[in-house]
């Protein structure tokens, strides 16, 4: 099996659900709150420690403050290898506001768990990894630079690249090493857009910017044409979410395929997109044939959406796997 490395966070999911977001000045109250654990990297990684797939998870936990020890805890009772213990510093959380139709929106406190220092890996000098795990968000904090030092530091491995949201605020120089480092590429509907109109010169017939209406229905030409124009750069896998429309890929090839969606009764979608490239990257792992590896995706995400938090059980994710 190939072996993986994630780098990333993980930080406490602060799951505030209500009827509907407050607009200014209005007064409401809250179904209820709870703490989960989270962070794309986690939710990401979560799917091959499962699977006990060779993967090692560098994630930065702050020893101080309620939200480190809550993570440290956890990370520690999965058992995980990787996780790096930083005695001086606190963890942050998102708080994550989750609407009756399921829709979540996101107000994340940053901590020590987006911070990147080549240190952290000091252990694994001789250890070659076949696929590297990233996070928009570690690439655009302040050491997020020594990050991508990192990555153009390795002899070998492919870089497995989740931009998010925040992917297309990135600066032009730090996003054309990674792409110079042909990438695969997993982003949504909306986030290919967005790259590709600020990194590939992509001129888009579709309005909307920046985080994507429910109601909003891109043209499937359009993210093709999105994701061409991103692979002219990027030369590798590029794979695009499409919520209940399933997913779709250009191949390193060029050419474009199409997966339906599992059905699936939405609770939140906390996490879907980040347990499916961590599904994705335990299918590549196994060395699955790409149509398989999107439909285990697609079947781990549907199973996400239909839970509370990011995270559902491993013996879910075994018996998912098993049913190739």
């Known amino acids: ?7 990333g966070s993980t930080c406490v999911d602060v799951i505030i659900k209500l009827d509907h977001l407050p607009v200014t000045g209005e007064d409401i109250h809250p179904e209820y709150q709870t703490f989960r654990m989270g962070g794309c990297a986690y939710n990401a990684a979560r799917i091959p420690k499962a699977l006990d797939l060779p993967v090692t998870f560098i994630t930065p936990v702050g020893q101080q403050g309620v939200f480190g020890r809550f993570v440290w805890q956890h990370l520690q009772e999965e058992h995980f290898t ?11 959380c998102c708080y994550c ?3 009756k139709n399921g829709e979540r929106t996101f107000i994340s406190s940053h901590g020590i768990e987006y911070h990147f220092d080549p240190n952290y890996l000091s252990s694994y000098k001789d250890t070659v990894f076949d696929y590297i795990y990233i996070c928009g968000l570690e690439v655009e904090e302040p050491t997020g630079e020594k990050l991508v030092d990192y990555l153009q530091s390795l002899p070998s491995g492919t870089v497995f690249y989740a931009p998010g949201p925040r992917g297309s605020f990135i600066s032009q120089e730090r996003t054309d090493r990674i792409f110079r480092l042909h990438p695969i590429l997993h982003l949504n509907e909306q986030e290919v857009l967005d790259m590709a109109a600020r990194f590939a010169g992509f001129t888009s017939s579709v309005t ?3 985080t994507k209406s429910a109601n909003v229905r891109i043209p499937m030409e359009e993210i093709q044409s999105a994701a061409r124009a991103l692979q002219q750069t990027t030369r590798n896998i590029i794979i695009i979410t499409c919520g209940d429309r399933g997913v779709c890929w250009l191949t390193a090839d060029g050419s474009f395929h199409r997966l339906a969606s599992e059905q699936a009764s939405v609770v939140d979608t906390i996490g879907a997109g980040d347990s499916h490239a961590g599904a994705l990257l335990s299918a590549l792992s196994m060395e699955l044939p790409l149509e398989k590896a999107m439909l285990f995706a697609n079947r781990i995400s549907a199973q996400v959406v239909s839970t509370e938090g990011a995270s559902i059980p491993d013996t879910l994710v075994r018996e998912i796997a098993s049913s190739l």
């Open 208 to 210: 909307v910017s920046g």
């Open 97 to 99: 506001f989750v609407e």
């Open 1 to 7: 099996m190939k072996n993986l490395l994630l780098i």
């Open 82 to 92: 990787g996780p790096v213990p930083v005695a001086d510093q606190e963890n942050g």
